[in-house]
């Protein structure tokens, strides 16, 4: 058999848009992200969830071509990244974790110019401009200067600029941190719409309730590696119970009490100020809480959030 | 050849270095008194010494020939201002947008490439730069130090000494880790505009002379003084040939550093 | 509060001295190398040159050019630090990392802030003129105990500039205007005011702007306690040329206490 070079374009399987494979990045001896594997598919919306340290960001910034990965491959439109980053950057919208907004430009200004770095007519670069301040809301601060916008305002100029070159895939890391109630829906209505419109989202997040609005698949990282994937309901129903008892006992009182509270529900957990218990039913593990003489001072039952899974997959000790 | 290709990195790719200079255009927009401002330093240096200085010094000979001190010091301060235009624009700006606006960091989310950031700001120090030449050969004319058309020689020699100190300031700010560090940029400039045949003749340094030829600036000056002087000679080549080469090294170097600190 | 506590002014002193710290190696070295390029540079290299016009011995009173220099190097070293000291710095203390408005929740007062800033200008003037001195006193021909007094007259122009500019930082909206000021008051100061050859060269327009300012004042004085062999000092000009740079110095604190004190408790 001749000896033929291997051509860079892989064929996508089905309509993956992103596909990495033991994909790696190492800063000297530390191993950011060690040899996971992505799928992402065409118009869904993908999230990257963990602790901080995890390895989300250095993931994102491989995918974003503007890091080559130590080892591994990824391929973003069936494109090598290592070898086709300019042409993939040219199809994708970028918001990164802190504003790279241009401050010393007005709104207007930084939409266009942006534009023009992905090479778009000038004519064409204001006309998107003046739609995306539209979408963004920010039509009457077209003027003002980035430095004096607020952050909700900052962040939803941010997603607007990584629209100016009508990305297939955009890629955000924790779009929202930092950010109030409402800025924080404003956002997730945008993006919502975008989704609507086809657009792929990837983003990352460590707000459980952001990821459960937006994804429609996630992963969970810790330390460099996957720990987990699947859709926010999978993941729940896989990692946790239907529903959580949260106890709170009476000074000091919670461990004495834990260990009374032994075999209810799934699975016990003591925390410094309170108990959980993860039972599929709430209410009966808190009747059989009364029935062995307990009476905590306060109990709650809630269901399970992803919160409660990516707790228990990453643990509750500080990363950082 | 291989060498050159050992020194020019794999990723050295030039897309649209004229981008990052159409931001600057526009952001300059509103702040143009700053722009403009550079220009009076070297002027006000020019005026200080003619008004002043020029009488304790009297003449000074340039090629052979007496001429009062201002006339002596007007070419070199033409091409040591082109370098300090070059060296604020590349380094404390360069460290403002590389640091702290992460303005790279956004263009190097688009298909522009960390060539295209050192050549875009590069680029444009040279053309403020050059600007600033403009300006002070035009005053220089209407104090009547030009002495010939020749002298129009002087505008691309003070691009060549811009363009070398753009490059070593843009690859000197890529090592800064913040603003104190700025104070080494005085340290190191203002030797260089004392030192390289500006103020006072390299005879004066006597055994040492060789010793200036180490700064790029004296062979900016040299070529400046020749142009306005219109006196020609070979060793002229060599002088701008050293600030080619000094030039197009630093630039390499300096986009392999914005890969290494954006891209890793 | 007890009798015993540290006056205000001081423990803002000791706030800036505590950032100093992180930066002072880089500093002393960039005080004593500037100094040493300007007097090989202008004093020597430049010096050679009007030495050797015998025109000049006249206008520079006899002396030799680096003898001439010297005091004006001192003077304009103290301007240039404490007007850079009193215009960004200030800017972050209010704007940026808002370290006035940390103190401002504590007792301090818009008062002893500015003192504190007065002082601390002092100290690094003192520092950064002490370093130049140093220097001087390498060349025999600038080598003197006159240096002493020198220096101390070299800070009184160094409050003459950062009081003032304290007082318009305080107000001032953005840093744009900072560089104007460095490019259009401090920078002709310093070529034009005295430090390089004697006023008394200049247009008489010119003259009567740099008579005016305080710079030529703290040059005169420094000048009059370094030159050597130098008449006997005449202690009641003296007086009179360091109260004058005192009236910028004390109209600046005025109106810099008032700013700050609206800007800080409003």
């Known amino acids: ?15 993956s848009l992103i596909v990495a494979r033991g994909l790696t990045k190492r800063f000297g001896d530390f191993t950011a992200v060690d040899g996971i594997d992505v799928e992402v598919h065409r118009g869904e919306a993908f999230g990257f969830l963990g602790p901080n340290g995890a390895g989300k960001s250095s993931t994102m910034r491989m995918i974003g071509c503007v890091s080559s990965p130590s080892d591994g491959s990824m391929h973003v439109f069936g494109l090598d990244a290592a070898t086709h980053g300019a042409q993939i950057r040219a199809r994708i919208g970028v918001v990164p974790q802190l504003d790279t907004l241009d401050t010393e430009l007005s709104v207007k200004e930084n939409l266009w110019l942006y ?59 924790e779009p929202t941190t930092g950010l109030d109630p409402q800025a924080r829906h404003v956002l997730w209505d945008r993006l919502y719409r975008l989704k609507q419109q086809g657009v792929t989202l990837v983003l990352t997040t460590h707000y459980m309730d952001e990821a459960e609005q937006l994804c429609d698949r996630l992963v969970v990282m810790d330390q460099g590696h996957i720990v987990a994937e699947g859709s926010p309901r999978d993941l729940i129903a896989r990692y946790s119970t239907r529903e959580v008892l949260e106890l709170r006992f009476a000074a000091d009182g919670n461990e004495a009490a834990a260990a009374q509270l032994a075999g209810i529900g799934d699975r016990l957990e003591l925390l410094p100020d309170r108990v959980l218990i993860y039972a599929d039913d709430g209410e009966t593990a808190l009747t059989e809480t009364h029935h062995r003489g307990l009476s905590p001072e306060s109990a709650l039952v809630r269901r399970s959030s992803l919160e409660d899974v990516f707790l228990q997959l990453t643990g509750r000790s500080l990363a950082d | 050849m291989t060498i050159l290709l050992r020194i020019i990195p794999a990723g050295f790719v030039v897309r649209r270095p004229q981008r990052m200079i159409e931001r600057h255009v526009v952001a300059y927009r509103r702040q143009w008194l700053i722009i403009v401002s550079g220009f009076f330093e070297p002027l006000f240096i020019l005026l200080s010494v003619r008004a002043g200085l020029g009488d304790l010094v009297g003449e000074v000979s340039v090629a052979g020939r007496a001429v009062p001190y201002e006339a002596f010091v007007a070419p070199a301060l033409m091409a040591s201002s082109a370098m300090n235009g070059a060296v604020f ?84 700010t890529t090592y800064m880790r913040g603003f104190a560090d700025m104070d080494m940029v005085n340290t ?56 080619l080469v000094v030039s197009l090294v630093a630039l390499l170097a300096a986009t392999r550093r914005v890969d290494l600190l954006l891209r890793k | 509060m007890s009798h015993l506590a540290t006056p205000g002014p001081l423990r803002v002193v000791s706030w800036h001295a505590a950032l100093y710290r992180r930066l002072w190696r880089v500093n002393v070295l960039s005080s004593l190398v500037q100094p040493l390029v300007y007097m090989l540079g202008l004093g020597v290299g430049v010096g050679t040159l009007v030495d050797r016009n015998t025109a000049s011995g006249d206008l520079l009173g006899g002396g030799s050019y680096v003898a001439f220099v010297a005091p004006g190097l001192l003077v304009t070293t ?14 972050a203390g209010l704007r940026w990392s808002r370290g006035y408005h940390g103190m401002a929740a504590t007792p301090l007062s818009a008062t002893d802030i500015v003192l504190g800033h007065a002082v601390w200008t002092t100290v690094r003037s003192l520092i950064a003129t002490g370093a130049v001195a140093c220097v001087l006193a390498l060349f025999t021909d600038t080598r003197s105990w006159g240096l002493i007094p020198a220096v101390v007259a070299a800070a009184f122009v160094g409050l003459a500039f950062a009081m003032p500019l304290m007082a318009y930082s305080i107000d001032a909206e953005m840093d744009g205007g900072f560089p104007a000021i460095q490019r259009f008051v401090i920078t002709p100061l310093f070529l034009f005011g005295g430090a390089f050859y004697p006023v008394t060269l200049l247009p008489a327009a010119v003259e009567w702007v740099a008579k005016a300012a305080p710079l030529w004042h703290g040059v005169v004085v420094a000048r009059a306690f ?10 009641l000009a003296v007086a009179g040329h360091l109260g004058y740079t005192l009236l910028f110095s004390v109209a600046g604190t005025l109106v810099a206490v008032r700013r700050l004190r609206r800007r800080l408790y409003p």
């Open chain 2, 188 to 243: 190191v400039v203002l030797p260089l505009s004392l030192f390289s045949a500006t103020v006072f003749p390299v005879s004066a340094y006597g055994d040492l002379a060789w010793l200036v030829q180490v700064s790029p600036l004296y062979h900016g000056v040299a070529l400046v003084r020749a142009a306005n002087t219109g006196v020609w000679s070979a060793s002229l080549v060599a002088h701008a040939l050293v600030l």
């Open chain 3, 226 to 235: 370094t030159t050597p062999g130098g008449a006997p000092i005449d202690w």
């Open chain 1, 115 to 173: 534009g023009r770095f992905f090479d778009l007519p000038r004519a064409e670069c204001r006309r998107r401009a003046t739609e995306l301040l539209e979408f963004a809301q920010l039509t009457d601060r077209a003027d003002s200067i980035v430095d004096n916008l607020s952050g909700g305002m900052k962040r939803r100029l941010s997603i607007a600029r990584s629209l100016i070159n009508e990305p297939e895939l955009l890629l955000l890391d």
């Open chain 2, 89 to 172: 624009d590349s380094t404390g700006n360069v460290l403002h947008r590389l640091k702290y606006a992460r303005i790279y960091d956004a263009a190097l989310a688009t298909p522009m490439s960390p060539a295209d950031v050192a050549m875009g700001e590069i680029g444009w120090a040279l053309l403020r730069g050059q600007m600033y030449a403009v300006g002070f050969l035009g005053v220089m004319a209407g104090l009547g130090l030009v002495e010939s058309w020749w002298a129009l020689l002087a505008l691309p020699a003070c691009l060549l000494v811009g363009f070398a100190f753009a490059s070593i300031g843009f690859l000197a």
């Open chain 1, 1 to 15: 058999m001749p000896f033929v070079s291997v051509p860079p374009v892989m064929p996508p399987t089905s309509d």
């Open chain 3, 78 to 91: 103290t301007m240039v630090l404490a007007s850079g000291e009193s215009m960004w710095p200030v800017m």
